[in-house]
């Protein structure tokens, strides 16, 4: 990181990871303030939900680089808070992840080691990343319907009462929600003003990043700087054993090339439901009844060892 960015605000979530948070803050902000200076690093922990999207607006005029500690949610938040500096006023982004999914951090390409991100975070490249857009929200990594948002919103309430993080905590939910959920939405679309779509589906992400559930790569050729969503669906009817079996094998992207799962690439997306499905943003549920989806292109500088 060049001298210019040197001041630089930490935001961090102390009850990420359990709890864990807090000591990885302790540890993120000591690093920082060793190579930086004191007067250079500003430190402020998250109270409620919401608050890392008013502390990152807040940084305006204030800071050059905001860097969250935490996991999808802060990250989710504080972009949020970002993208409503203007953009010629906006700091840069940086992580130290620190949750139980870290799919963002794995298209930044961060450790997930406090101390090694931040060194990697202390001497990457400053890149331009596409930043996406449902309803007016922001979203750095995915925006998914149907199947795969019940899972990941079942996976918060199972986080909260096993402790499970990670892939294992996915795939549980995968399974008890693919036996459970299994259910039907007919979607309607219209890709870049011109490209209409409809079908049957059991699910439908929209990817800024490749992965999603803790690694899964479910839109494996997804480039966070191409200015254009990455869109996977399943089209409907599948069994349970086939959904079950497909489900798996999108863990290390061998999902493509079943003839019921589709991909698609566009900027903007006009989508409707014939009737509401599960839905979130970024891990985070988004309740409406249709969606206006558009993608920011290269809106955000971040620092991101994996893409500079």
């Given amino acids: 990181m060049n001298d210019s960015g040197k001041k630089t ?3 961090a979530n102390p009850a990420a990871q359990r709890g864990n948070g807090m000591e990885a803050a302790r540890i993120a902000h000591g690093l920082l303030v060793e190579w930086l200076g004191q007067d250079n690093v500003g430190f402020q922990l ?3 939900p919401g608050h890392a999207a008013d502390l990152a607006e807040a940084a305006r005029g204030a800071y050059q680089t905001v860097i969250a500690l935490g996991g999808d949610g802060v990250v989710h938040e504080t972009v949020n808070g970002l993208m409503r500096i203007p953009s010629d006023e906006r700091p840069r982004f940086g992580l130290v992840p620190v949750g139980s999914g870290n799919d963002y951090a794995r298209t930044l390409g961060m450790s997930e080691v406090v101390p ?10 400053e890149v331009a990343v596409d930043i996406g ?8 990594e995915t925006l998914s ?17 096993t402790g499970e993080q990670g892939t294992i905590l996915y795939l549980k939910s995968g399974i008890g929600q693919l036996f459970h959920h299994l259910d039907t939405f007919t979607f309607t679309a219209t890709l870049d003003g011109e490209r209409a779509l409809s079908a049957p589906i059991h699910m439908m992400t929209v990817q800024i990043g490749q992965t999603y559930g803790g ?13 254009l969503f990455d869109i996977c669906y399943a089209e409907a009817p599948m069994s349970i054993p086939e959904a079950t079996f497909k489900f798996l094998r999108a863990k290390n992207a061998h999902h493509t090339k079943f003839k019921n799962i589709f991909f698609e690439r566009a900027a903007t997306i006009e989508l409707s439901f014939d009737k509401r499905p599960p839905c979130q943003i970024d891990g985070e549920a988004h309740i409406a009844d249709s969606y206006s ?5 290269q809106a955000l500088r971040v620092l991101a060892p994996a893409l500079g």
């Fill in 133 to 140: 857009c449902c309803n007016g929200e922001y979203f750095a």
């Fill in 9 to 11: 605000l930490l935001i």
């Fill in 46 to 48: 998250t109270e409620k």
């Fill in 116 to 125: 090694d991100a931040v060194v990697q975070f202390l001497e990457a490249a």
């Fill in 215 to 227: 690694g899964f790569r479910i839109c494996p050729d997804a480039d966070p700087t191409d200015g």
């Fill in 293 to 297: 989806i558009s993608i920011e292109k």
């Fill in 145 to 161: 319907f149907g199947l795969d948002a019940a899972i990941a919103l079942d996976t918060v309430e199972r986080r909260k009462r």
